[in-house]
């Protein structure tokens, strides 16, 4: 069984900065790619960051240079530092573990408000 609980959220100015956490149960992290997604009222859930189990990051355009994701795998955890946040930004922020690259598990996400 697979949980994955997300924390982290909250409001915050724009140009302010919030750090997201994920930490999971489960044995299957050390063979998983993990990562970050968003999804905004009324639209779909879009990819913020991924970290593969070898380092390899991936970024949407939108966030490049102001987010960063890690991840520690013996914590069975990965992590989010968004800096300079915008009010596009807002969102509920889902982590994700991808398994093998066939098997996705979902966090029930952390609500990101940024004000302008």
């Known amino acids: 069984q697979v949980q994955l609980v997300e924390s982290g959220g909250g409001l915050v100015q724009a140009g302010g900065s919030l750090r997201l956490s994920c930490v999971g149960s489960?044995?299957?992290?050390?063979?998983?790619?993990m990562g970050w997604y968003r999804q905004a009222p009324g639209k779909q859930r879009d990819m913020v960051a991924t970290?593969?189990?070898?380092?390899?990051?991936n970024y949407a355009d939108s966030v490049e240079g102001r987010f960063t994701i890690s991840r520690d795998s013996a914590k069975k955890a990965v992590y989010l530092q968004m800096d300079s946040l915008k009010p596009e930004d807002t969102a509920v922020y889902y982590c994700?573990?991808?398994?093998?690259?066939?098997?996705?598990?979902w966090g029930k996400g952390t609500l990101v408000t940024v004000s302008p």
């Open positions: 489960g044995e299957i992290f050390s063979n998983s790619a």
């Open positions: 970290i593969t189990r070898g380092g390899s990051i």
């Open positions: 994700n573990v991808n398994f093998l690259g066939a098997w996705n598990y």
